[in-house]
Structures are given as structure tokens and as C-alpha cells.
């Protein structure tokens, strides 16, 4: 490793604030969670001789995985997928729980000494670019002191997730106010939350109201799933027993790298089914949750979306327990629309009534790409949601801004992942180059489409705010590793679409 990588860069770089100078690294990652820290591995991995600071809102690494923590919080996808490509994960559960999962990102960036190079407590609230200067100012507030501080960078890099961090999704329910029972958003558990013996009503139907209904049920008096419409549901074993099997016979790397090609393609396979065949998997998906529930159970109603498998993301049920839960009578689903919030509980359209000491309104996720950070370039302000995103990495006509944004219907990481890679690739090609910038300026006849093709509601509702993708290369979207495996890995940097150039150069031009 690079000795300027060795040293702490507490005492190399101080935080600069009012006047002072402001200090310098090539590259700005912002955020320090799976996407933050595997992208700092990466840097250092390729490109040992580039400084860099992570810039982290909160006060600890995870991100996701540390901000969390309902009940039973757990991933939905197989950790040979979620997992970093560079680090195998090396426990038996394949669907991993949050704690484990933030053991396994934390102690990745404490070996590879990442720690040192991340600046807690600083959100950032702006970004400006200068292309005369070839670099980004990038002003954080700390959250301790409320002091605005400055650095610059060659290189902004945003890791910041795709949600809004202070709050929760939460429809606007009539009489909401009126309800006299504990109101809890999963974003944000309260520590001291006694449930025992308590009436619990969870609103959603998603990944999150799936997890948490089977675990507050193995203690609470009663458990209500309030769903608006159902949800596709498959069950599959928290352990996968081929990964099992291999890890004890082969080493960890090579049987962590069989496994999750495995899953890759498995999962694309699946993928691909249910987008040419959808009556097929949705008949094999109703048969899976119909094997597992009471005989005569309602699944037309509870189980049955309207909506064809993969139009929205699916729901793992690991071992069963949301089926088992429901079959042992400790949890009940309930399909119907809130008329409104009383103070007893719940009323729905239909005049049915339920009773609730606590209700959890698992409602979803605000969508924000990029944080809430205001971005100049060469002091015109930049509104994302107009451009065309280039590669799933870079916006049209913004230099030096790549940033992370995992599948929708594959685990973040696979592409979080390849991202780093060819971001790592592009400023080795640049250096070699002589470049000082990076810019793929949009074609006028790019037909525009949306960013994600997800009915789901928190898609639907981000829209606005989310950059478009274009018809075709390289600003299509393929949410499909193989083929971002080959354009992100093997695909040329110099596509004859981005445009690398140098200060001096542009300076010359434009004089
Ligand atoms: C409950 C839940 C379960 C999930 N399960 C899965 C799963 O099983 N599989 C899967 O593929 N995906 C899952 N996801 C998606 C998940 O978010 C990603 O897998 C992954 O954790 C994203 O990592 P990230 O580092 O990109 O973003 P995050 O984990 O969101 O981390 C972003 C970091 O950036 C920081 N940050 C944000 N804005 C700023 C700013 N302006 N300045 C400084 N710091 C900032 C935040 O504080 C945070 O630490 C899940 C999401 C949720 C909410």
C-alpha cells in the first residue's frame, strides 16, 4: 500500500473552516456505507497513489445497516451477492441479519485501515465545480458544531444511498393524531419499545412489514399485517446449502466466487422468466405460498398482486416464518384501505375495525438520489433530475461526479462494485492521459426514458426527482450484471462518447 495511504490523515489534513486553507485529496467519497467503504477499498486497491477522504454524515460506518434497527432487520438477498466481489463472507447464513451485516462491512474497512480516512459527523450540503481549477469544492456541515467546513477534490464520488436519511415515507392517514397507542416508522425503532403481550398493527406489505411481522409476533399478543394489495412472496432457506457444503472444502475466495456467480445467474435466469413468462412464475410462485399456508387459506385475496412478478421487487420469506407465523395464528394478514387512524386503532374503507396498542407504519422509504447536496458547475446550478445518466455512474455534461446506484432487482452490491472498479479504471486512464477531466456531454437525439421501470410506489413517487436513462449506450440502464459486467470490466474508457481533457488545453481553446 501507497505510504501516503499509511499515514493518518488526521495529521496530514486539517479541517479547514472560515479562512483558512482547504485541504486537498484527489478523490471526495461521500458516505461511508457498503457503497462508501467498498469504493475506498477499491481506491486503494488501484489506485494507490490518489488520496481520498470519505465524508459521513453520521457518526459510524453501515450506512443501511446501521441506521436499521426494527425487529429481526435482515437483508433480503444472499450475502454472496449483497458481499463485496473482494471479500467472501464467511457465515452460514446466506440471508445475513443487520448486525452481522454491519460486523462484516466495519470489519472490512478497519483491515484494510479505511477508518483513518473517514471524516465523521460532516454532511455535505454543496458541491461546486470549477473546470478552470479542474476540481470540485465540496462544503460539509458538521453535525456536532453546526460549522460548515471545506475541502476540495479532483474527484467527487457519491455514496450516499438513494434515501432520505431523516425521514421515512409516511401517507398523510386521517386522524392520525387521534390514535392513543404507540405510532412507530421502522426507519426510526425506538430502543426502549416493549411489545410483549401487545396489539400490534404493521401497514405495508413490503421487504421491511415482512421481516418485522413473524419476529414482533414470536412475542407480541397479536400481530396484523395491513395491507393496501399483496405482494408476490417466495420462500427460501436462510442457509444455502451448496455455499455450505463448498465453503468447507474449498478455499474461502473460490467457493465465496462459485456461489455468488451461482446466485448471479440464477437470479438473472429467474429475472428473465418472469419478464417472458409472467403467467408461468406467478402460477409457481402462488403454488410455493399455497404448500405453506393452512389448507382453504385465503391467497386470492392476501397473496395474489395485481401487478406480474418483477414489475415490483419480491419478497423473501426465509425459512418460512412469515407462512409459519401466520399458520400458528400469532400473525394474521389483512387486506383493505385505512379509512382512518381512532383512537383504539384502525378503521377501514370496508367498516372493519382493528384494535391496537401499537401500530407500525412500515410504509416505505423517501427516495433522494445524491443526498440533499445543492451541486454548481462553473457557478450554474445543477438540477441532476434533468440529466441523462451516463453508465449508471455519471450524469451528461457534469465533470469529475460519479456516483453509486446498485440493482433493483439484484443484490447493490454486484454493481456498487463494478462501479468502483471502472471509476478506479477511468482516473488510472486519465492519469496515464494527462487529463484533468471527465465529461460525457449528452447527444441531442438520446431518446429519454425513466430511471428505474419499477411500478412500485416509492419509484413511482421519486420519479421527478431522479435523472433519466437514455434508449440506448452507454446512457441505458441495464440492471443486469452480466452485461454491465462486460461494458463496466471489459468495455473500452474511450467509448467516442466521454471527453477527457486537460486545463492548460481548454484554457488555450478558449482564449
Ligand atoms: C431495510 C433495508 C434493507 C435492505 N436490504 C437490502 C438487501 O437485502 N439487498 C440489497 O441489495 N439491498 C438492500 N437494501 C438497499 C441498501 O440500502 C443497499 O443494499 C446498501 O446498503 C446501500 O449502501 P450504500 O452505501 O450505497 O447506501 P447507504 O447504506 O444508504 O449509506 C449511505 C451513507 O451515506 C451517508 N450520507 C448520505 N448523505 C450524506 C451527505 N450529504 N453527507 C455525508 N454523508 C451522507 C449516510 O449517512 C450513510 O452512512 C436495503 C435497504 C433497506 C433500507
Known amino acids: 500500500m501507497d505510504s501516503r495511504l499509511q499515514q493518518p490523515i488526521d495529521t496530514e489534513i486539517e479541517t479547514a473552516s472560515g479562512g483558512g486553507p482547504v485541504p486537498h485529496v484527489d478523490v471526495i467519497l461521500?458516505?461511508?456505507?457498503?457503497?462508501?467503504?467498498?469504493?475506498?477499498?477499491?481506491?486503494?486497491d488501484r489506485c494507490p497513489d490518489r488520496t481520498y477522504l470519505i465524508l459521513e454524515g453520521r457518526e459510524a460506518i453501515g450506512g443501511t445497516w446501521d441506521l436499521f434497527r426494527y425487529p429481526g432487520i435482515r437483508s433480503d438477498s444472499d450475502m454472496y451477492t449483497l458481499g463485496f466481489s473482494f471479500r467472501p463472507w464467511r457465515e452460514a447464513k446466506a440471508i445475513a441479519d443487520g448486525p452481522s451485516i454491519l460486523s462484516y462491512?466495519?470489519?472490512?474497512?478497519?483491515?484494510?485501515?479505511?477508518?483513518?480516512?473517514?471524516?465523521?459527523?460532516?454532511?455535505?450540503?454543496?458541491?461546486?465545480?470549477?473546470?478552470?481549477?479542474?476540481?470540485?469544492?465540496?462544503?460539509?456541515?458538521?453535525?456536532?458544531?453546526?460549522e460548515r467546513v471545506r475541502f476540495t477534490c479532483n474527484w467527487l464520488h457519491m455514496c450516499s444511498g438513494y434515501y432520505n436519511y431523516a425521514e421515512g415515507y409516511l401517507p398523510d392517514f386521517p386522524a392520525m393524531d387521534s390514535f392513543q397507542g404507540r405510532l412507530i416508522h421502522p426507519q426510526f425503532w425506538p430502543e426502549d419499545l416493549d411489545y410483549t403481550g401487545k396489539k400490534v398493527v404493521v401497514i405495508g406489505?413490503?421487504?421491511t412489514a415482512v421481516t418485522i411481522v413473524p419476529e414482533m409476533a414470536k412475542d407480541a399478543g397479536h400481530v396484523v399485517m395491513l395491507q393496501r394489495s399483496p405482494t408476490y412472496m417466495v420462500s427460501r432457506p436462510s442457509e444455502d446449502g451448496i455455499a455450505n457444503w463448498l465453503r468447507k472444502?474449498?478455499?474461502a475466495k473460490l467457493a465465496y466466487d462459485i456461489v455468488r456467480w451461482?446466485?448471479?445467474?440464477?437470479?438473472?435466469?429467474?429475472?428473465?422468466?418472469?419478464?417472458?413468462?409472467?403467467?408461468?412464475?406467478?402460477?409457481?410462485?402462488?403454488?410455493?405460498?399455497?404448500?405453506?399456508?393452512?389448507?382453504?387459506?385465503?391467497?386470492?385475496?392476501?397473496?395474489?398482486?395485481?401487478?406480474n412478478p418483477w414489475d415490483q421487487r419480491l419478497c423473501l420469506v426465509p425459512d418460512a416464518d412469515m407462512f409459519e407465523a401466520i399458520t400458528k395464528g400469532s400473525a394474521e394478514i389483512v387486506t383493505g384501505e385505512i379509512e382512518s387512524?381512532?383512537?383504539?386503532?384502525?378503521?377501514?374503507?370496508?367498516?372493519?375495525?382493528?384494535?391496537?396498542?401499537?401500530?407500525?407504519?412500515?410504509t416505505g422509504l423517501k427516495l433522494q438520489l445524491l443526498s440533499d447536496v445543492a451541486f454548481t458547475v462553473d457557478g450554474e446550478a445543477h438540477n441532476l433530475s434533468k440529466a441523462l445518466t451516463y453508465r449508471g455512474m455519471m450524469f451528461s455534461d457534469v465533470p469529475n461526479l460519479s456516483y453509486s446506484f446498485g440493482y433493483t432487482n439484484a443484490s447493490w452490491t454486484l454493481k456498487a462494485d463494478l462501479t468502483s472498479a471502472y471509476l478506479c479504471r477511468m482516473l488510472n486512464h486519465m492519469k496515464t492521459k494527462g487529463a484533468d477531466m471527465a465529461m460525457d456531454s449528452r447527444e441531442p437525439d438520446v431518446e429519454e426514458i425513466p430511471f428505474l421501470d419499477f411500478t412500485s410506489g416509492y419509484v413511482k413517487r421519486a420519479l421527478d426527482i431522479l435523472p433519466k436513462q437514455g434508449?440506448?449506450?452507454?446512457?441505458?440502464?441495464?440492471?443486469?450484471?452480466?452485461?454491465?459486467?462486460?461494458?463496466?470490466?471489459?468495455?473500452?474508457?474511450?467509448?467516442?462518447?466521454?471527453e477527457f481533457s486537460r486545463a492548460s488545453v481548454r484554457a488555450k481553446e478558449a482564449a
Open 471 to 498: 434508449a440506448r449506450k452507454p446512457w441505458k440502464l441495464h440492471q443486469n450484471y452480466a452485461l454491465d459486467l462486460a461494458s463496466l470490466r471489459y468495455g473500452k474508457i474511450e467509448d467516442g462518447v466521454i
Open 262 to 307: 451461482k446466485n448471479v445467474l440464477l437470479q438473472l435466469f429467474f429475472f428473465q422468466l418472469a419478464r417472458k413468462r409472467p403467467e408461468k412464475v406467478k402460477e409457481k410462485i402462488l403454488e410455493g405460498v399455497r404448500d405453506l399456508l393452512p389448507p382453504g387459506y385465503d391467497i386470492a385475496t392476501h397473496f395474489t398482486p395485481r401487478y
Open 341 to 362: 387512524f381512532t383512537p383504539a386503532g384502525l378503521l377501514l374503507k370496508d367498516g372493519r375495525t382493528l384494535d391496537a396498542d401499537i401500530v407500525v407504519t412500515a
Open 30 to 44: 461521500v458516505g461511508a456505507g457498503l457503497s462508501g467503504i467498498g469504493a475506498a477499498w477499491h481506491l486503494q
Open 205 to 207: 406489505s413490503g421487504a
Open 105 to 146: 462491512v466495519r470489519d472490512t474497512a478497519r483491515e484494510a485501515e479505511i477508518n483513518r480516512n473517514i471524516r465523521f459527523r460532516h454532511h455535505v450540503k454543496r458541491a461546486d465545480w470549477s473546470s478552470a481549477e479542474a476540481r470540485w469544492t465540496v462544503e460539509a456541515e458538521r453535525t456536532d458544531s453546526g
Open 249 to 251: 472444502r474449498l478455499p
